[in-house]
Structures are given as structure tokens and as C-alpha cells.
């Protein structure tokens, strides 16, 4: 019995032994379990975490392809707005140069017609004698030469008949006139306003046509001058440069003018080349 009882506890000693070693184990093997699970969990986790990542890569990758099919397509369109742009700088580069281009034909043309005005005036400011320099008024405005002669030298009160003294003066005009082929001349006549008392002539109107009419023949039967380049007006009593009010004044009103003019067609000829606006 004392035999069987020491061999069950003996039995017994092994068995819990056996089993605290049996426990230890399951102890162990349940940590290893929960450190695989939790092992486990992050992996899932990271495993979740990449793929999140993933995506979010993809989504980005997606987004950067948009933006740089943006960024491709704003340089194509300022590449062809600055193609555009370079044609428009380069016509108005054109537009300009031709505009430079008129303009110095234009002060050319002028400067030429200012040169000859003042030679034309010049010549024959230098051909007049002391008392004809008191009856003749020479000027030249805006590119026209005006020769203004006084009535009382050119005619007798109410006529139209171009007096002896006056012939001296016109033929030196003639002179001027004949030498610069390329103007016009026009012949104005003007009167005051008092009102002509003549069978034959009607009124003011009447009588400073009659008197251009008188000088422009003269130009050209006793002077030479070609009559196709002579125009003859009156302007009767409506183109005053003084005061009517008094005789001083209704004097100076009493003229003839002898305009000359450049010839237009050259003018007119850098009108219609000067540069159109696009």
C-alpha cells in the first residue's frame, strides 16, 4: 500500500510536472498565438495602409496627368497667341514704316513748295520798285502766294479798263508766273460795298468779275502767259479784310488778288498713296 501510494505520488509529481510544463507551453504558445495575431493585424494593416497609399498614388498620378494635359494645352495656346501676335507686331512694324514712309513725302513736298514760295515771293519782292512796293501786298499763307494789288492802281473808279501804269507791275508778276510752270494762277476781284452806279455793269458782283476778267487777259494776250493755267472769279463785296466804315478801309477792300497756287495733282497723287488703316 505504502508502495502503491509513493508510486502514485511519484505518479502523480510527474504528472504535474508534466502538466506545469504542459502550461508553460500553452502559456507560451498562447503569447505566440496573440503576438502572431497582433503581428497579423499590423500586416493587415500595413497591408491597408499600402493600398490606401496605392490609390492615393494613383489618384495623384491621375491628377498630375490633368494638370500637365492643362499645362500642355495653355503653352499650345500661348505659342499660337504669340505666333498671332508676333504677325500683328509685324504689321503694325509695316504699318508703320509706311506711315513714316508718307509722312516724309509729305514734309518733302511741302518743304519743296515752301522753298519755291519763298523764291517765288522773294524774285519779286526784289522786282518792285519803292512805289509799286506801296500798292503791291505780298504773303504767303498756308502754301499759297497772295499778290494783292490796290484797286486805284490797277483801275479808274467804277471801271473795269486796266490802267497804263499798272502794265509795268503786271508784267513783272507775268514774269514770275511764266517761270514757275507748275502753278495755277487764279485772279480774284473785290469791291466795298457802295453801290456801282453803271448802265452796263449791274452790280458789285458785276464789277469784280469784270475787273478779274480784265487782268487774267491781260496775263495772257500782252504777257504770254498760258490761259489754261488763269482762272478769273468775283467776289464782289463779301470777302472784306477791313473795315467798311471808313475810306481807309473801303480802300483796302478795293483790291485784286492774284493767287498762285501749287499745282494739286502731285498732292492729290500722295492722298491716295497714303497708307489705308487695317
Known amino acids: 500500500m505504502i508502495v502503491f ?11 504535474n ?22 503581428n ?17 498614388a494613383r489618384k495623384h498620378n491621375e491628377q ?13 495656346n500661348s505659342i499660337r497667341q504669340n505666333t498671332q501676335g508676333n504677325v500683328n507686331i509685324s504689321k503694325l512694324v509695316d504699318q508703320i514704316n509706311a506711315s513714316n514712309k508718307y509722312i516724309k513725302q509729305l514734309v ?52 473795269y479798263e486796266v490802267n497804263d501804269r499798272a502794265m509795268q507791275t503786271l508784267g513783272k508778276i507775268a514774269k514770275i508766273i511764266t517761270d514757275y510752270k507748275d502753278y495755277d494762277v487764279l485772279v480774284e476781284g473785290n469791291t ?3 453801290p456801282i452806279s453803271r448802265t452796263n455793269i449791274r452790280n458789285n458782283w458785276d464789277l469784280s468779275a469784270l475787273r478779274a476778267s480784265s487782268i487774267v ?37 478795293r483790291r485784286t488778288e492774284i493767287i498762285i497756287t501749287p499745282q494739286l495733282d502731285d498732292f492729290l497723287d500722295l492722298i491716295d498713296k497714303a497708307p489705308k488703316e487695317e
Request: with cysteine; aromatic share 6%.
Open 5 to 15: 501510494l509513493a508510486a502514485v505520488a511519484m505518479t502523480g509529481c510527474v504528472s
Open 17 to 38: 510536472k508534466k502538466y506545469a510544463e504542459l502550461q508553460a507551453q500553452h502559456q507560451a504558445l498562447k503569447q505566440d498565438y496573440t503576438t502572431m495575431q497582433v
Open 40 to 56: 497579423l493585424a499590423e500586416q493587415r494593416t500595413k497591408g491597408q495602409s499600402l493600398e490606401e497609399r496605392l490609390e492615393e
Open 64 to 76: 498630375l496627368k490633368a494638370d500637365y494635359a492643362r499645362l500642355q494645352q495653355t503653352l499650345d
Open 108 to 159: 518733302q513736298a511741302k518743304s519743296k513748295s515752301d522753298s519755291l514760295n519763298l523764291a517765288l515771293t522773294t524774285r519779286l519782292t526784289r522786282s518792285l520798285t519803292s512805289s509799286e512796293s506801296d500798292e503791291v501786298n505780298i504773303k504767303v499763307l498756308k502754301g499759297v502766294v497772295y499778290i494783292s494789288l490796290a484797286d486805284n492802281m490797277l483801275f479808274k473808279s467804277g471801271s
Open 192 to 194: 466795298d460795298p457802295v
Open 217 to 253: 487777259q491781260v496775263l495772257q494776250n500782252d504777257f504770254g502767259v498760258n490761259p489754261a493755267r488763269l482762272t478769273a472769279a468775283g467776289r464782289g463785296e463779301y470777302n472784306p479784310i477791313a473795315d467798311n466804315d471808313s475810306e481807309y478801309g473801303r480802300q483796302r477792300n
